[in-house]
């Protein structure tokens, strides 16, 4: 039973209850129409010290790093179809998986792996790395990674886990809408939002109309490439693609007795040097590289990152030069957390996104106060609930239930790290964090 999503899109807000039968049908989805996907632009602001815009007044805001990520979605019908075969292609990912011994290296867009997050995944390798007093760490990301996935190895690769020479008219289908597909940007449809029907248009008809009128609108992957970040399918998808490539470099890795993961487009490599045969660490970066390239992608190189590490020190190793005249590190990000080779904590930029959204919260709250003269501060239990530690709400049957929120999440940073052989300590961060979001809660009451 999957949730129903109640966002506005062409079609009308459906249970799954009530279109499963046609959703299981392939003959059904082998016909199936789907709809364009709404297109919008994800704007988040990140701190960065190295940036200085020198237009902005602000000194601190100087410093604001904006980064953009096209995001699209589907409609309710066609969401539902991504979502159920997406399961059936997790579960035959899973079991290629487990037969090729990769089943630890992709921990993101997994089924099996329910309960872990980036705490339990990032607690492994900085254990790993701790375990080991002498070590190569390479971090990697992945260049515009979903954009530039190529459709005839993609295709290649599903019909590999499935097993088949020819992809079936169903699978073909949803394969297809994703990766031909089809968006509009949701600035365009907005004007045609109906409250009546909670969607855009008021009919399909009306829909099929503004078509027709605006192809202009409407936009087609035709690059042979691509596929949308935000469909249920396309986290399957890119672990699909990457069954290969894994594969080449946890076979390579393991003879080193050594740990690759990789989430999504974020890589990591941990070889140690001081056990087992020696590893040509120039050769191992050309392998790679050839591996990549084989899948018609590339890497960012001012993010991949190369590290020794030596009695709890981090070195830069990016001159692939052992020696104890490398520049000491100050530390190395992974999925969230920095890791200094003694203690991890919370990366300061997370931190730092979730204080913004309070200030920005609570000073909405105030502005709304001040223009319509309330006695008291409007939002105050969303506020106490997402910016709070303890903060609850409400359940469908009326009791109040804990609300997770970025505090609760240090708590279960703290908890997770407890007793390992790296330690994170996030009081100090977490206690300073309260007191700035109780001092303007504070003066936003008064």
Known sequence: MYPTKRYPHFDK????SDVKSYVCDPRKVAKHSFF?????????????????????KDAHRQHIKKKERDIMYAAHLDGYIYRYYADRLNQKYD???????IDAVA???????????NIQFAREVFDFIAAHPHCYIRVGDFEHFFDRLNHMYLKKQVKDV???ESLPQDWYKVLHSVMRYTCVDRKIVAPFYDKRSKRYFKSIKDYRKFRQSRRDAFRVNQAGVGIPQGTALSGVLANVYMIAIDEKIQQFVQSYGGLYRRYSDDTIIVIPLDEGPSVDLKALDDMLQEWIHEAYLSEQLDKTKCFF?????LYDASKQDDSCACARVHAMDYLGFTFDGKEVKVRQKGIYKFERKASTAIHHARAIKRKYHLEKLPFRASI????FPNGYKKNQSGRRKRQSNFLGYLDRVDSEFQDRRVSCKSEKQVVKLNRKIKNAYDRASE
């Open 36 to 56: 364009p996907l709404i297109h919008y632009i994800k704007v988040s602001k990140r701190y960065s010290p190295k940036l200085i815009n020198e237009a902005e």
């Open 13 to 16: 807000v459906i249970r799954f």
């Open 162 to 164: 499935l097993q088949t």
């Open 384 to 387: 106490l609930r997402y910016y």
């Open 95 to 101: 079991e290629m998986a487990m037969d090729h011994h």
């Open 309 to 313: 590490y030596r009695d709890s020190v």
């Open 107 to 117: 921990i993101a867009y997994r089924d099996n792996k329910k309960g872990n997050s």
